[in-house]
Structure formats: structure tokens, C-alpha cells
């Protein structure tokens, strides 16, 4: 309910596709009643009380995990990493309990128009732009003065150059040919859809030398090909890797019980994107860090034949009205391709001309990050501050 009744005043098209798998997931009982959970979350989308008012009984169930954390430190602030969207949401509502005044910060690029209302009450957010906080605004109830745009800190590092390994040792890292060009694909919405059909559309271009120039080609798997059903979908793509010299595979790192990549993988994942000649995803987060390294950017997004057999699934083809994925859609940052031959031709209009859409990605830029100078980091630290020095009256 709290993901799927967000108010309807903005783009919802990525909650719409949540109630879809939830209906396609349900069983039994939960299927018999779903029709009523589906009619009430539609109506929350219209009444503004009953939002609010889930927000506040949510917190009624507050399990106290973080009491004594509380009662060791006495905190002053509680800052989060999401409003509530995870298990932060507990943290969150002991310091509501408490008294404690409390903060979110928005990371993720899809957070503030996906997940829908917050998993607590809380009293200030920070977000990258002026677009996610329209979207707070208008899909969870945000007041304006509650929001703030301090921009992405932790893309400061990209502004500041300050993972990119020389091109050489990159090359050598992962046996590249410096004499091909790199085109570099960045497994994506995989939980939604095989990326396979994808990784073999551009192999096929690659091994066949159909290209305006002599390639080779760099898949980045993504960290949930590690377990469940899509252990299959990286041994194939590994299995191209084996068979041909010209494809590799970058393995993602496991860094113990935080699972794998995570933000120990800055150094590999900026490289990657920084000495590639062409830099493909399906409309990733990376499509914005990538612009961060003036790449050209080609959103691969090749409907699969099967999907993933016996669970929901969404084709490629009609994903372009996300709210993330059409902001990039719709920006000229970038070229999007439903299939092979838009593929070849997006890759080869980049080969002749790299700075084709840059004016354009640059804008894209500017539209999702605000804040392009590298001050993220210190705008959000100084927001933050100010809610301890409001507190105390300094």
C-alpha cells in the first residue's frame, strides 16, 4: 500500500508496473483479495488524508531495534539514507517516538518517483534537483519547505576525476585491445527483464565486424546475476566471453555481507565508463554518470522472446515512460534502440561522430544534478547543519 497508493500528481508509470507484478505474483488468498488492495490503493492516489493517514499508522508497528542506540547516543539529528523505503524506516520511527528530529537523503536516481510514500514521519529530505523534488512534492506529500536541492554527493568524485585509472593499465585489467574501440554495456532493470537478448545483439555486431570501425566489447554483469534465476543469464553471457576474443566480462566483486560492487567499485565502474567509446545500459542510473564522463550513450532496450519464464517480466520496448528512463528518453542525451538495426545504427552515428548529442547530454546533466561543480557533498553537509543549528537556536 505504501508503494502503490502514491499520489497520482506525478509520473507513476513505474508504481503501475509494481501493481502488475504484484497481481502476477499473487496466490491463493492473497490473489482473491488483491482486487480490493488494488481499489485501495487507487483511491489513495485521490485522497490526500488517507495517505497521510497510512503514514502515521505505520508507525505504530516499531519493533524498538534501534533503542539502545538511542539511549547510548541521544542523537540530536536522524539522518537516513531513503525515507523509510528499506529497513531505515525503523530507525526512522524511533526517532519520531523519541522526539528526535529527522532527515532523508535521496541516493538513488529512481527513488523519489519508484517507491512511493515514506516509511515513517519525517521531517526534512534532500534531493538531487528541482525535478525529484516536484516529483517528493507531488508523489508523497512533501511540503516545499521541507525539501531540499543540494544536488548528488557522491558524484562529486566524478566531477573531480578522481577514480579513472589510466587508460593502459584499464586495457590490461580486463585484456582489452587498445587498437578496437570499446563498447561498454552495463547490465540493467534485470529483476525486470533478461539483458541477454541485448549482450547478443551487440556481440553479433562485434564478432561479424558489421561496425563502422573494429570493436570489441566489455559487459558489466549486474550484482543480482549472482544468485536465483539469473545465475543462468551471466553463464551465457560468460560462455560468449569464452567463445569469442573479442567479448569479455567484468565479474562483480563480492565485498562480504554487503553483496557485491557497491561503492567500493568507483575505480572500476568509472573507468569503464571513461575510456569507452560508446557506453550502453538500459537506461541505468549509469546513463547520468556516464554524462559525467561525456560518453556517448545508447540505451539498449531489445524486447526479449521469452522473458523470464514463470515469473512477471516487462518488455523493453515499453519502459521508455518511466520517469527516469523518459527524462533520457526524451532529452537527446542519448539514442535508445528497440532492435538490432537501430543498435547498428546508433553505434556507428557515435563511431563517425562521438560529440553528436553532447550539447544535449550536457543539458541532461544539468536537469538531474543541479549541482555540476562539485559542491554537492559540502551543500548537503551545510543543509544538514543548519537543521541542528534551527534546533538549537545558533
Known sequence: MRRAGSAGNTNLAVVDSYIQQVKSEARGRRRQLFPVMEGAARLMRHARP???????????YNPGAYADLFEKYQPDLVIAASPGFRLDRYLLREAKVRGVPSAAAIISWDSSSSYGLCGAEIDYITCWSEIQK?????????????????????YDGYVRQEWVLPRDEYFRLHNLDPQRK????ASSFVSWSPNLQNVEALADLVVSDRLAAPSQLLVRLHPIHMSGHYVAEADRIRQLAHQYEHIHVVEPVPIGELGYYSGEDMAEKTSMMAHSDIFLTVYSTMCVEASFQERPI??????SPT?????????????????????????????????????RQA??????????????????LAQEC????????????????????????K
Open 370 to 393: 543541479t549541482h555540476l561543480d562539485g559542491s554537492s557533498g559540502r551543500r548537503t553537509g551545510e543543509f544538514f547543519l543548519s537543521l541542528l543549528e534551527d534546533q538549537h537556536g
Open 347 to 364: 553505434i556507428d552515428r557515435y563511431l563517425v561522430d562521438p560529440a553528436a548529442d553532447l550539447e544535449a547530454q550536457q543539458r541532461f
Open 182 to 185: 570499446l563498447l561498454c554495456y
Open 134 to 154: 516536484q516529483e517528493l512534492i507531488g508523489g508523497a506529500d512533501w511540503a516545499a519547505e521541507q525539501v531540499n536541492v543540494g544536488g548528488m554527493p557522491p
Open 50 to 60: 488517507a495517505r497521510r493517514a497510512l503514514v502515521r499508522y505505520q508507525g505504530r
Open 307 to 343: 522473458g523470464w519464464p514463470g515469473k512477471y517480466w516487462v518488455p523493453m520496448s515499453q519502459i521508455h515512460v518511466w520517469p527516469t528512463h523518459s527524462r533520457f528518453y526524451n532529452s537527446g542525451a542519448g539514442r535508445t534502440a528497440f532492435n538490432s538495426n537501430q543498435l
Open 298 to 303: 545508447v540505451s539498449v532496450c531489445i524486447d
